[in-house]
């Protein structure tokens, strides 16, 4: 699966962390949904394939807007649970399911109940975790022996060795450069997912991915435009991204004949080995 060293790209000064300061609930309430439209039906697909069924006690870390915690509600319903935690719950509050328990929590920094799940799941969120390893060891630690543990995060690889719309290919760069600086965030994490879970003492390792067509104006190219545009103020003002490239690269992606191949979405998958 090619090289598992750490992106040593050199990026622009400036900080843009996962939520930049004019975070607008509306903005990333609509971004979640859009990730949940898009990626929903290959993930519980991939989970009902690894056997999760009536009775699983299910952990779902970084679980966003619960579209998946409701989905695995369904799936481990009567008798099983659904822990879903987040450092941000403003979109989990409203979920009333009596198989989901909604905890804040933050796998980068706080432990998880020792040997307590079936299964531990994150979407997109390892990417973002600056102290991914450890993220990871919490979540193995949280499974049972014979358990699954999957791990979902893109490789922006196939998307950038396509021809992009100029604006929008500088401002791509400049964003996700900044980001792995100021927030360790790894473009390249699908990649090495499979190695990074046998690390992490996991057995039965495999992995498969995806790549779709991002279509301007649809959900399909919103999933990540929402995200440029929240960011982009904090880039303007420090100096990373120009004001006009800003308005042209959202402006170039957005126009309804703009067709891009998405990032590989990379599903990876391991079992804690039977003691
Ligand atoms: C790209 S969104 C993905 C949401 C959801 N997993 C999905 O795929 O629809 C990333 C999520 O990870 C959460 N997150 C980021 N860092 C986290 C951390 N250290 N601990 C727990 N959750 C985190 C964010 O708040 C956000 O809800």
Do not use: K, N
Request: aromatic share 6%; proline share 6%; with cysteine.
């Amino acid at each position: 699966m090619g090289d598992d060293r750490p992106d040593e790209r050199v990026a622009p000064a400036g900080s843009v962390g996962y939520r930049a300061p004019d975070d607008g609930a509306a903005a990333e309430a609509e971004r979640l949904a859009h990730l949940g439209a898009l990626f929903d039906g290959p993930t519980i697909a991939r989970l009902r394939r690894l056997g999760v069924g009536p009775g699983w006690e299910c952990l779902e870390v970084g679980a966003g807007s619960g579209s998946v915690a409701r989905a695995l509600a369904s799936l481990v319903a009567p008798t099983g649970r659904v822990v879903a935690t987040d450092i941000d719950l403003r979109f989990l509050d409203g979920i009333d399911e009596p198989h989901v328990e909604v905890r804040r929590h933050d796998v980068a920094t706080e432990d998880l109940p020792p040997a307590a799940f079936d299964l531990a799941h994150a979407r997109g969120v390892l990417e973002h975790v600056r102290e991914r390893e450890c993220a990871l060891a919490r979540m193995v630690a949280a499974t049972r022996p014979g358990g699954a543990v999957v791990v979902e995060d893109v490789d922006w690889l196939v998307f950038d060795a396509q021809e992009l719309p100029r604006a929008f290919a500088r401002v791509h760069r400049s964003i996700q450069d900044a980001y792995a600086a100021s927030a360790g965030y790894d473009p390249h994490l699908g990649r090495r997912l499979p190695r990074l879970l046998e690390r992490a003492g996991l057995v039965d390792v495999e992995a498969e991915g995806r790549v779709f067509t991002m279509i301007g104006g649809t959900a399909s190219m919103e999933w990540y435009v929402l995200g440029i545009e929240r960011s982009l103020p904090v880039l303007v003002d420090a100096g990373i991204v120009d004001a006009r490239d800003a308005a042209d690269a959202l402006a170039e992606v957005r126009e309804p004949a703009c067709r891009l191949l998405s990032p590989l979405q990379v599903t990876a998958w391991g079992r804690v080995p039977r003691r």
